[in-house]
């Protein structure tokens, strides 16, 4: 059960409603850990030693150390840090230059040198006031979340693509990186970041976006999603099973600084960690499912959905009041339209005529004005029997018109006739398994109905009806899953443009390639009659777990009547005839009998009873405006134009990936590895190493909950030393753990373990958030340190530099050189988010011409480069130069090489000479200025700092070089203008900041 | 730490980048650990998938049972449409005093056959394109990963002064799975393939823009100076000596690179060797590709793999369907081009210190797919070695009867990878680098040299 301890970490972290979900819906683990390998007594031996490691044992409080030099301490931070230079007698480096200071945390903070202004200011007032003043403002831009949303981008292996052969793409993919930005700029504590990631989709409270209103907490768990995949694989379940431990590999590193994937075939060769934690982490994945999530914008759609429910409970006794008076005054006459209709249809045909029937022409007019019909009315019938195909007998008036012919069946069926080989799939919206609105309501109710342009649409009662409200809310409706026992489905449904999926081992590829799988999807447009679909044939897939998404995108509806699992190849017979009330001997005999029928039939819906066996033609008719409700027509009308007032105009949502529930599923240890050995079954469960103290906790909704709150567990002694870990290694070039990803036994140990707990307990002290901590830090005397030492011995003592005598020299990521080209040059466009700038491609990134890409600008539209697109297949050249990481698992240190090919780019890449002569451009058209004033502002801009004699100099004979052509000739001053620009931007000093 | 300032292009931009990103326990092999018997690797990646039956693995019980229903228990294929026994619609023949036998789709290369070591039981784990490219190139069916050219210069660095030490050779198709099957994965990206493209300017960023030619070394001198006077503000520091050495050797480079790539000052002689005289446009340009893969060699360059052209359209050796059209192309496009550098090679002995690898991601099945073509099959297929280290003119291992699956010494594409690394001289169980909390390797923790085809 639930310990007080994490109900009070629950409660402060997401609110009482949580814990009441939780304990309400809660099913206690069962204690028992299975019988497995993980309990050998050899195996127990050696999980008690490795759980040891100074990482799992619990964050300590250490005292701040004394130092001698008690002046050259700002902070209890330099205090740690001097302690140890002092006791390896070692003076720290000297304070760097203010500019260097300045330009390092303009880098550190938000990936963009200091503008001019600013450099000036500070250059005149380098104060510690001054300093902090820079920092709180770095804090505070909104280019603070574009570079730390970057960072965090390199730990979940972010792309919008899924790679392989055809590169598909990750729909909406971008939104997830615009919740890291704002999430960083927000400072959202870091506890409620990792929930969110983790469980967004469950927490009982979400946060909304600040604009935009949507459930922004959802977003977060798009991140599971962002793994390769491939088409068409052969072997479903391996292909299953390593999306998975992508899942798991990414999931552990980050959040908690551990390889558990490493024990997927073998317990984990050097780290507390079993077989079992591996599984039983795989199994909170198997209990969730992908899912375009359908956001509420301000809640509107919400709102509108409420709306239109209360406004269908109160049309609905005013209708059927109508439709009762509309009855005893004798509508609808179809006896009359029947027969008029049909002498009209001999004439027409007889004369070869193809008139339109809209407007009505002469002849309908005169014989409706001739019977006191609606001319509308009697010319939608001549076109209904004029449309009627001779051979058709699925269609409702074919007994009408021909004696001969009998309707297969009248019944709006949306059930068959269930036979011993069929097994009922059930669906319960209710059960949550349903996103959106659109199939937000019941099941329908008996005599239910509701308007389609205008027209009432009588419906089977026991149906899941995405239009059931209105037209035009998107949403997705999911089975429970199921284990495939029988080799074909069979399902009743109804719809315009709704589409079904059935989701085989979570395999998601099937919407853009249909081979293997082709016949799990399929669209669904029947005009809104009933129809049965198949699935036949997943004879190989037997035993898989497998759940049925039905999907309505805006643009239509669906409906589904039932969903049969079946031994038979055929879907159920439908259900046995009935007396045909339309038959007779002649057609006068026969309207009169449908009439009769379909009057009986609306007398009995109009008391809310089921209408019987007529609903599928009445609501046919209806839905084709062949009923003529007479006197009552306007009050009809009038009801519609009601409706039609709230439904039309639904907003659209928001789509995000995410990640939804599904229900807890079986899972099993694989056997070495292999999906096809499976072993014994496990539960949900947190690694063994950071809950040995506490007894297992409840679970709701898959467990994602209970996870969140066990990675967020202050007991835990990873998550915030990691995190913070990884803040300390952004700013200071290396973390105080160097394996930033690894705290087990493989991984380095940190070089100032006291300083790390230290900074775990401050933050959280301080709220666990990230800009309280990255404000101390860089105001630190420590951070503010020359990269130069400030004696030999230093170096000697301390070559690698691990107790940091010194600051570090960064190499810029290639984002932020890319990002300060455009700044320098001014091209910059500061806008935030949205869909991304797409790839610009070149003829060296590979040609394959089955995949087929539109090519984005050469400068990305002057956009941050977090905003520029991440095609697996077609990384962008320019970065993969720079080591951006390949998008595959967690990278929290990149490489940081040094190769030609960087030079190489910088001097012949097109971007960067178009952003030289951008540059050169905008300097030129600014006030009139000498050439050294000129470099002077290069050197400003560039490097946020004046050139020397001998700088300027050089630079003046480079512009000089072409003193010979004749000077006023405005281009050639441009082009040596854009040659010197170029030159900044190959300048060491411009890409390393010391 | 590296203190000189003198810089190379592998081994020292490596260690500088080492000293800086402070991940000292990174140690690279650097020198081999056992007695290399190549100095280089010529991979002929065959894209698609080459049929066994139909090239290097005769089955005349293909030929009998031609139309009737498959004898044994097919396994699932890629694309569920499994037809009868499809006898091969070539003659296999014996060649050279080895008497090695190989199909007449190879009738300039058949004349090699006593250099070539032929491997008959290789097996791979997949059965898609892009899992199989990755496998075979990077040791894991996922992208991510370091390819063998990545871990060959990682371990090796490059003997060749001015150019990278890993190139590929675009020879208009790139494989499924996309730039990735070249990538350095989490090994520095120095060691990622440089895509040298079979036209001009065969390598990104390679061409000066500056309009006067002179223009672009004004400019790097006074970014030179400049470099030399900013030291002041910087310090001296590894990282920018290797960076200032860097845009030399970047310079060079656009020299270098083009001068590689050009063959006018290759003979007539030659080029016929070649086959760029042939009437078939991609033997021509296929003959081009494996001459600069020669002078590469010649320079240095350690690891080069050869794409495929499009000889039948985008279908590489993929023949779902039209198996004679198809493999009859890519055949004429490659046979003379490899037969003139195996014996190009051999006469400026090279072809001792080169191994030259021709491999798909898999083979085909021996029962046709729909009427006239061959599905995937990875669990048995044919590759060939020549050259530096391996035995020629004979055929390791076996498939069945049918050439469907490997009984007899099958090979592993791990056991391919550790053999390669061997002949290299680096030992595949010690070539690892930390990443991500364990030591990976490119065998991760499988792979057996193969003994027998060593010479």
């Not at chain 1, 390769?228 to 899942?247: G, Y």
Request: proline share 7%.
């Amino acid at each position: 059960m639930i310990g007080p301890c994490s109900a009070m970490q629950l409660l402060r972290n997401w609110g009482a409603a949580l814990v009441v979900a939780c304990l309400a819906a809660g099913t206690t683990a069962s204690g028992a850990e299975p019988s497995s390998p993980d309990r050998t007594a050899e195996w127990e031996a050696l999980f008690q030693s490795r759980a040891e490691r100074w990482s799992l044992r619990p964050v300590t409080s250490p005292v701040i150390p004394e130092v001698r030099d008690g002046a050259w301490a700002k902070d209890a931070v330099d205090r740690f840090i001097l302690s140890r230079l002092e006791a390896a007698g070692i003076r720290p480096a000297e304070p760097a230059p203010p500019q260097i200071w300045l330009r390092r945390v303009h880098v550190a903070l938000t990936g963009l040198p200091p503008d001019p202004e600013t450099t000036l200011t500070f250059l005149r007032d380098p104060s510690d006031t001054a300093r902090v003043r820079i920092v709180d403002r770095l804090l505070a831009s909104p280019r603070f979340g574009e570079r730390w949303a970057r960072h965090w981008m390199d730990l979940v292996r972010f792309a919008e693509s899924y790679g392989h052969e055809q590169d598909y793409p990750i729909a909406n993919a971008w939104r997830y990186r615009d919740y890291l930005i704002r999430a960083f700029n927000e400072d959202l504590p870091y506890d409620r970041f990792v929930a969110e990631h983790i469980a967004g989709d469950l927490l009982p409270a979400p946060r909304h976006a600040t604009a935009g209103g949507w459930n922004e907490s959802v977003v977060a768990t798009g991140f599971w999603y962002l793994h390769q995949a491939t088409h068409a694989p052969v072997d479903l379940l391996q292909d299953e099973a390593d999306r998975i431990d992508n899942q798991v590999d990414v999931f552990s590193k980050t959040f908690l600084g551990l390889t558990v994937s490493c024990a997927r075939c073998h317990h984990h060769k050097f780290d507390a960690i079993a077989m079992e934690d591996y599984y039983g982490l795989t199994a909170f994945l198997r209990g969730a499912r992908q899912d375009s999530a359908v956001l509420d914008p301000e809640g509107s759609l919400g709102t509108q959905a409420a709306e239109l429910e209360e406004l269908h409970a109160r049309q609905t006794p005013r209708l059927r009041s109508v439709v009762r008076r509309a009855i005893r005054e004798g509508a609808p006459r179809l006896k009359d339209h029947v027969l008029a209709a049909e002498r009209i249809a001999a004439v027409l045909s007889a004369a070869g005529s193809t008139h339109r029937m809209d407007p009505p022409p002469e002849e309908v007019v005169r014989a409706a004005a001739a019977q006191g019909l609606d001319a509308r009315t009697l010319a939608r019938w001549v076109t209904a029997l004029r449309e009627l195909k001779p051979g058709d007998t699925q269609h409702p008036l074919a007994s009408v018109v021909s004696p001969t012919q009998r309707p297969p069946t009248q019944k709006a069926e949306a059930a068959g006739a269930p036979r011993p080989g069929d097994q009922p799939i059930a669906m319960d919206p209710q059960q949550g398994f349903a996103s959106g609105h659109a199939f937000a309501s019941k099941p329908t109710p008996p005599a239910a109905w509701r308007f389609v342009e205008d027209q009432v649409d009588f419906l089977p009662a026991g149906v899941l009806h995405s239009g059931y409200l209105a037209p035009g809310f998107e949403g997705t409706l999911r089975t429970a899953t199921f284990t495939l026992t029988e080799p074909h489905l069979h399902l009743r449904l109804a719809g315009r443009s709704g589409r079904v999926k059935l989701i085989l081992a979570r395999y998601a590829l099937r919407e853009f390639n249909p081979l293997l799988f082709e016949r799990t999807q399929f669209d669904v447009d029947t005009g809104g009659r009933f129809q049965w679909f198949s699935i036949p044939d997943l004879k190989r897939h037997l035993g898989k777990s497998v759940y049925l998404e039905f999907l309505d995108g805006g643009d239509g509806d669906l409906a589904i009547g039932q969903v049969l699992m079946s031994h038979e190849a055929t879907p159920p017979p439908d259900p046995p005839l009935l007396p045909d009330p339309g038959r007779g001997d002649t057609l006068e005999s026969r309207a009169t009998a449908l009439e009769r029928s379909v009057q009986e039939g609306l007398r009995r819906w109009s008391r809310g009873e089921d209408p019987g066996p007529d609903l599928g033609r009445i609501s046919w008719l209806s839905r084709h405006g062949l009923l003529d409700w007479g006197r009552q027509g306007d009050t009809i009308a009038t009801l519609a134009r009601e409706h039609r007032r709230v439904a039309t105009a639904v907003g659209d949502p928001v789509r995000a990936l995410a990640m939804t529930r599904g229900n807890l599923e079986p899972t099993r240890v694989q056997l070495r590895g292999d999906p096809r050995k499976p072993g014994p079954e496990i539960p949900p469960r947190f690694p063994r190493a950071l809950s040995s103290s506490r007894p297992d906790g409840p679970r709701c909704d898959g467990g994602r909950l209970e996870l969140a709150a066990r990675v967020t567990d202050p007991a835990n002694p990873l998550t915030h030393r990691v995190f913070v870990n990884r803040i300390w290694a952004h700013l200071f070039g290396v973390g105080l753990v160097p394996s930033v990803d690894n705290f087990g036994a493989l991984g380095q140990d940190p070089t100032h373990p006291e300083l790390l707990d230290h900074l775990v307990v401050s933050f959280r002290q301080g709220g666990g958030s990230a800009k309280p901590l990255i404000r101390r830090l860089c105001l630190t005397r420590t951070f503010g340190m020359s990269s130069t030492p400030s004696d030999p011995e230093a170096e000697r003592r301390d070559p690698d530099n691990t107790l940091l005598h010194r600051m570090r020299l960064r190499r810029l990521e290639g984002e932020a050189i890319r990002d300060s080209l455009l700044a320098v040059s001014g091209r910059i466009d500061s806008a935030m988010f949205g869909p991304s700038v797409l790839t610009h491609f070149t003829p060296f990134m590979g040609d394959r011409m089955w995949v087929k890409n539109p090519s984005g600008p050469l400068d990305g539209a002057g956009r941050r480069t977090v905003y520029q697109e991440t095609r697996r297949n077609f990384l962008s050249p320019f970065q993969l130069a720079f080591d951006l990481p390949i998008p595959d698992s967690t990278v929290g240190q990149r490489s940081v090489s040094n190769v030609p090919g960087q030079a190489l780019a910088l001097m012949n890449d097109p971007f960067v000479r178009d952003q030289a002569r951008v540059w050169s451009e905008r300097l030129l058209a600014g006030p009139p200025a000498t050439p050294r004033e000129r470099i002077r502002s290069l050197y400003l801009e560039a490097l946020g700092r004046f050139p020397d004699d001998a700088e300027t100099e050089a630079l003046l004979r480079l512009v000089g070089h072409r003193q010979g052509e004749p000077s006023k000739d405005s281009e050639v001053v441009e082009e040596t203008w854009t040659e010197a620009c170029h030159v900044m931007f190959l300048l060491k000093e411009f890409r390393y900041v010391p | 730490m590296l203190r000189e300032g003198a810089l190379g292009f592998g081994a020292v931009a490596l260690a500088s980048l080492l000293a800086e990103d402070g991940r000292s326990t990174i140690r690279p092999v650097r020198l081999p650990t056992a007695r290399p018997k190549a100095r280089n690797i010529i991979f002929l990646y065959m894209d698609g998938g080459v049929s066994q039956v139909d090239t290097f693995d005769p089955k005349p019980r293909l030929t009998r049972e031609d139309g009737k229903p498959f004898g044994l228990k097919a396994e699932p294929t890629q694309f569920e449409d499994n037809g009868a026994v499809l006898g091969s619609p070539w003659a296999f023949r014996h060649h050279g005093q080895s008497g090695l036998e190989i199909s007449d789709l190879f009738p300039s290369l058949a004349r090699c056959a006593d250099d070539l070591c032929v491997v008959r039981s290789m097996v791979s784990n997949f059965s898609e394109h892009n899992a199989a490219n990755y496998f075979l190139h990077c040791g894991t069916g996922m992208a991510g990963r370091p390819s063998m050219g990545a871990w060959a210069t990682y371990g090796l660095g490059s003997d060749a002064a001015d150019l990278p030490g890993y190139v590929v050779l675009d020879g208009g198709l790139t494989p499924s799975g996309g730039l990735d099957c070249f990538g350095a994965g989490f090994l520095p990206a120095t060691h990622q393939a440089s895509l040298l493209r079979n036209q001009s300017p065969a390598l990104a960023n390679i061409q000066p823009l500056e309009r006067v030619p002179d223009l672009q070394r004004l400019k790097l001198d006074t970014v030179r100076r400049l470099d030399a006077a900013g030291l002041g503000s910087l310090g001296r520091h590894d990282a920018l000596e290797s960076a200032i050495a860097n845009q030399e050797l970047a310079a060079r480079m656009q020299m270098s690179v083009p001068d590689a790539t050009d063959i006018t000052g290759e003979s007539a002689a030659t080029r016929r060797l070649y086959g760029m005289d042939a009437a078939f446009e991609h033997t021509r340009s296929y003959g081009r590709q494996c001459l600069v893969a020669r002078r590469l060699v010649e320079r240095g360059v350690r690891f080069i793999e050869l794409t495929c052209p499009r000889a039948h359209g985008n279908a590489r050796w993929d023949a779902h369907g039209d198996l004679r059209n198809n493999h009859s192309l890519n055949a004429r496009a490659v046979d003379q081009p490899i037969a003139g550098l195996l014996s190009d090679l051999k006469a400026r002995g090279l072809l001792d210190e080169t191994l030259v690898l021709f491999s798909g991601e898999f083979g085909r099945t021996p029962f046709a797919q729909g009427r006239d073509g061959r599905d995937h099959n990875p669990f048995g297929f044919s590759l060939w070695m020549a050259g530096g280290g391996v035995r020629g003119g004979i055929a390791h291992g076996s498939t069945d009867e049918y050439g469907y699956k490997a009984v007899e010494n099958r090979v592993e594409v791990h056991d391919l990878h550790a053999t390669l690394l061997h002949l290299l001289g680096l030992d595949h169980e010690r070539l690892t680098f930390r990443f991500g909390g364990r030591d990976h390797r490119l065998t991760d923790v499988h792979g057996h040299v193969v003994r027998p085809i060593l010479a």
